[in-house]
Every structure is written in structure tokens, then in C-alpha cells.
């Protein structure tokens, strides 16, 4: 209730003034509505990312990379260094990690292959889907695979298949038989393990990989050993930069989440143009209804009441688009329809997004109705009301 | 003997046009008993609708008092006046100034939104207001389904249901065409007459001022009769 208003007659007002210009009200609420759909689908975006370094990654499973670079496309670490590595005291296995990038069945987005050898593989990290059978079905077959369930489901795929891979950097394909699968909700669920060995003879590059991916015993021993592996390789040809899977991939996240930082402070501003827009349609529509202002102060509204309802037209319509765009976004998210079938992370929908953005439609539309408002005021009743004239 | 509704005395409005004052009134006094009937009649620029502004609290007078019912409006806070204006003032404009997207009787209710008072009595109130001008058939009618005189009636019953000591019209007919004002001016007496409602009102139209018990002529600010 605003300043003795009764709050029906104050909610009519509010609801039948944002009626007066039906076109006004729907634009402002479609600005709105996209407004809070952006900056609710990059908050779900970064909050998804900074789960995967929180409960994905793993503290005992280490990364080795080439200091000078890290990237998946390339191959520039010596193989070699897989046995020595293994050598150390603590580490439990080592394999040579390779990538291939392909498409399958599907034209939608890509699959990311991982060329392994997998038994060491495998004790570095087995899915607890994945059968002893499989194991020995892999282990038996060069070009055996095992493949996400993700994967499979996007391309129509099914165990023992025979399956090809086109690449899209424009390398070999790859012919794949494929000998078990892994759950969907597992970090392999949306990926193609491959013995690294068929790449190699598919496509060269024999003797190089792009990480060698080790597990150490304890997760206490993973910052020294790490430290001991690239002192050991400090003066060879490539030296290494050895990561914790965490901190692997909290650099790789922290990458990409500087990009989408910069989306998000796109989105801040998309909300903050919006509040600008919504100013702007506001007073606007109080222009409008000058001399009916000034004879709502006539009859005996006060300042304060006028202004209330001024801005109570603009937290309406903020709050039914942000609301509607918050909703909208938090469906898709929690439909699963948002995710990178590459990197297996999941965008699920956050319910603190959802309320921080509904919460934030309210002030947003406060501020946005606060200078129309006060202009609706500010001019004395006589003039209002000779405005007509 | 009884204090005179409307009391004004020694009132003077200026308004400053560039660097200079420019006087609407010069020393006014008037005064208006309860339930008289008094048409404001002058040329244009003679100061009627400033001097209708000042009676309605709707503007603050340069120097003199405006007593309504014995109490200096001119002493009341910006919220005593809005407070008061929508308790004591009835309000008819010569455009009726009605709410477009809300209905006949939704308009009528307007005052009372700011009254204590139940949703549906005030509802009650402002069909009885609507009955009262004849408009009992159109109170889910929006003003552009309305005719000009019908309109008119609408604002009537929106000045009538807070039940004020005092109606204020500024040109309430002049807008609208010779048989609407008749009816129109027909309802204002009617209200004056049977209801003893005092009615202030400015116009033009001398046919019009002969609905009054009394006229006020001003001319350049001052009155030249009829005080």
C-alpha cells in the first residue's frame, strides 16, 4: 500500500496504465524478458563452470604439459617421458593423452576423442560403468572404443558397432568398433576413448602426445611429485608443466570463464541498457498523462502516492519480464538442453540464479520508474492541468 | 449569523515572467455563502481560473487569506492541503480530465481510493454517484465509449461521491454542444438546489451564469461586481 492508497484500487491503477499502450508495455517487457534470459544463462553458465573445478576435477590424477604451450590440437610432448614418469616413487600409472576431434552420425556440434593407452588409462580413471568384459574387449581390439552414452545417443549408436569418425581438422577418419559404453553422468559420458596406438598409425605423430596424464598414489603426494617431474624435465627439450587435474582444469575453466566474464559484464550491461530503455518508456508514458497526473493531484493524491504509482508500473513490468526471461532461461538449463558435449560439463539450472535475477527485476524496475516519477511530480497541478490546452 | 463558506480577503497573485511580477489579482476580497450557486465571469486573462486555482488549494496565493469553512487553507502542509482538497473539493473540468482506461464507475471511485474505506462501499458510493447523474446503464463504460456530455456526467459523479462542502467547475460547459451544457448545467442546479451543494464556477457563457444565484465579474484582476 502506498502512502494510504487501498492497495486493490492502487494495483488496478498500476495494471490498467500499463494497458494504455499495449505495444509500449509488450517491447518493454520483450526487452526485459531478453535481458534477464542473457544474464540468467551466463550466471547458470559460470556457476556450472566453477562446479566443475569444486566437484569434478581430482586432486590425485596429475597433468603433464608442454611449459611453452598448452593446447588440444597439438602434440609437442615427447612420449617418452610416460616411463620415466611411471619410474617415480608415487605415481600409481601414466599414459600419453592424444585428441581427435571428429563428427559422427551427427551434424550437431562435435565429438572430442581421447587416443590413451588403456590399460594405464583405465587405473587412472575407470568409469564405474565400464565392465571388466569391456576392459577386456578394449584391451583385445586396436581400433576398439569405448563411447559416452551421450555420444552414443546423439549418434544413434550402439555397442558393437562398427562406427566412423570424420575428423574436422581434416585428418584421417577413424574406424571404430565400438566395445562398451559409459554413462551418460560420468565425466567420460560425452566422449570416444581410443587406443592412442591406431591414431598414431592413422595419422603419424608417433612418439608425441599432447599431456601425459599420470595418477599418483596419495592425493598429499600430488603438488611434490608434480614439482619433482618438471625439475626432472626442467633442462630436456620440451620442459613440463605439471598440474593437478584441478588445477588443470581450473586453468582451462579460468580461460574460458574470462571470456565468459566478459559475456557476463555484456549481460550486466544488457541489463543496464535495458534499465534505460524501461526509463525511457516510462516517462515516456507519464509525458503522456500529464494533465491526467495533474488531475489525479487534484483530487488529492499526494506526491508521494503519484510517484508510487510510477514506479509500481515499472516494477511491474520489470518484475512480469524478468521473471518470464529468468524462467525461460532456468527451464532450458534445467531441461539439460544446455551443454558441451566436449568437455562433458553439464549447465544445470541454479535456483539462486533464478531468485538473485527475479530479486534483481525488482530494484531494476524501481530505479528505471524513480526519475519519470519524480518529473511526474516535480511540475505544479496548474500547469499539469493546463496541459490540455 | 454564520461565517461565509468561502471567505477571501485582501488576495493577491503574481507570477514572475522573466525579471518582472505580473499580477493576476489585485487585493480581491469575496465572500461565498454555503449553497450558493456563483458563476466567475470575465475575459480571458481577468484571472477567473487563477482565482478558482487559489479557492481549490491548487496553488499558494502572493499575499491575503483564502478561508474554506473557516480554515486558512494557505496554512496547511502540502500533505493537510492534498488531504483536505480531496475531501472538501469537488472538481469539474471543462475536458472532464477523466482516466481513459478505466471504466465509468472506476473513475468515480478515484477520490475514494485515498478514503479508509471498504472496497465494496466505496464501489456502492460511486454507482449511487453514477445513478445519481443518470448514468446507471454506462458504469462499465470507458470515457471513449462516452458521448461529450456523458463525459461530463462522469466527472460530476467523480466530484459528487466524497460528498465536498464545496464544487469548483472550471468552463464545465465549453466543450460540449448547447443541448449537453443545458443538461449539464440542469444537474449542477439540481445538486445546488435539492442537495444545497455550493458550486463555484467560471465561464464564458452569459447563458450559463443564468443557472447561478449569483454572478462574479473580474476584470483585470479586480472584481467589478458582484463581491
Known sequence: ?389 | MNRPLVEIRALRKTYRRGSTDVPVLENLDLSIEAGEFVALMGPSGSGKSTLLNLIAGLDRPTSGTVKIGGRDIQKLADRELDRWRNRSIGFIFQLYNLVPVLTALENVELPLLLAPIASRVRRERAAAALRIVGLAARMEHRPTELSGGEQQRVAIARALVSDPVLFLADEPTGDLDTRSADEILALMQFLNKTAGKTFVMVTHDPRAAERASRTVHLEKGRLVNGA
Open chain 1, 1 to 389: 500500500m502506498i502512502g494510504g492508497i487501498d492497495p486493490r484500487g492502487q494495483f488496478l491503477l498500476i495494471g490498467r496504465q500499463l494497458r494504455r499502450n499495449p505495444r509500449r508495455t509488450v517491447l518493454t517487457f520483450l526487452g526485459l524478458l531478453i535481458a534477464f534470459f542473457l544474464y540468467t544463462s551466463l550466471e547458470n553458465v559460470l556457476g556450472a563452470l566453477r562446479g566443475v573445478i569444486a566437484n569434478v576435477a581430482s586432486e590425485t590424477i596429475i597433468f603433464l604439459a608442454p611449459r611453452s604451450s598448452v593446447s588440444f590440437l597439438t602434440a609437442e610432448l615427447p612420449r617418452r617421458y610416460t616411463a620415466q614418469v611411471r619410474e617415480m616413487e608415487g605415481i600409481a600409472a601414466a599414459t600419453p593423452l592424444r585428441f581427435y576431434f571428429g563428427k559422427g552420425r551427427s551434424e550437431e556440434g562435435f565429438i572430442m576423442a581421447l587416443a590413451v593407452e588403456a590399460e594405464p588409462y583405465m587405473r587412472i580413471y575407470r568409469p564405474p560403468s565400464v565392465t571388466a568384459e569391456e576392459l577386456r574387449a578394449l584391451a583385445a581390439e586396436p581400433n576398439g572404443a569405448l563411447v559416452g552414452q551421450r555420444v552414443l545417443e546423439a549418434n544413434q549408436w550402439r555397442v558393437g558397432d562398427r562406427v566412423s569418425l570424420r575428423s574436422v581438422a581434416g585428418l584421417a577418419p577413424l574406424d571404430l568398433r565400438i566395445v562398451g559404453d559409459v554413462a551418460a553422468d560420468d565425466r567420460l559420458g560425452g566422449v570416444v576413448v581410443l587406443h592412442i596406438a591406431y591414431l598414431d598409425k592413422l595419422i603419424g605423430g608417433e612418439g608425441w602426445a599432447t599431456f601425459i596424464q599420470a595418477r599418483v598414489a596419495r592425493p598429499e603426494l600430488a603438488v611434490s611429485l608434480s614439482r619433482a617431474i618438471d625439475e626432472r624435465f626442467a633442462s630436456f627439450s620440451v620442459p613440463t608443466e605439471t598440474k593437478t587435474e584441478k588445477a588443470h582444469t581450473g586453468s582451462f575453466v579460468a580461460g574460458l570463464a574470462e571470456v565468459l566474464g566478459a559475456l557476463r559484464a555484456v549481460g550486466m550491461m544488457t541489463l543496464l541498457v535495458t534499465l534505460l530503455v524501461v526509463t525511457n518508456a516510462v516517462a515516456m508514458s507519464v509525458r503522456e498523462r500529464t494533465v491526467e497526473i495533474g488531475t489525479l493531484r487534484a483530487l488529492g493524491f499526494g506526491r508521494g502516492h503519484v510517484m508510487g504509482l510510477v514506479i509500481g508500473e515499472s516494477m511491474l513490468v520489470s518484475l512480469l519480464g524478468g521473471v518470464t526471461g529468468t524462467l525461460a532461461a532456468y527451464l532450458l538449463f534445467a531441461s539439460g538442453a544446455i551443454r558441451l558435449p566436449v568437455s562433458g560439463i553439464t549447465f544445470g539450472a541454479d535456483v539462486g540464479v533464478l531468485a538473485r535475477a527475479v530479486l534483481l527485476s525488482i530494484p531494476l524496475g524501481a530505479l528505471a520508474g524513480l526519475q519519470p516519477a519524480w518529473n511526474a511530480v516535480r511540475i505544479p497541478i496548474t500547469q499539469a492541468l493546463r496541459h490540455a490546452d
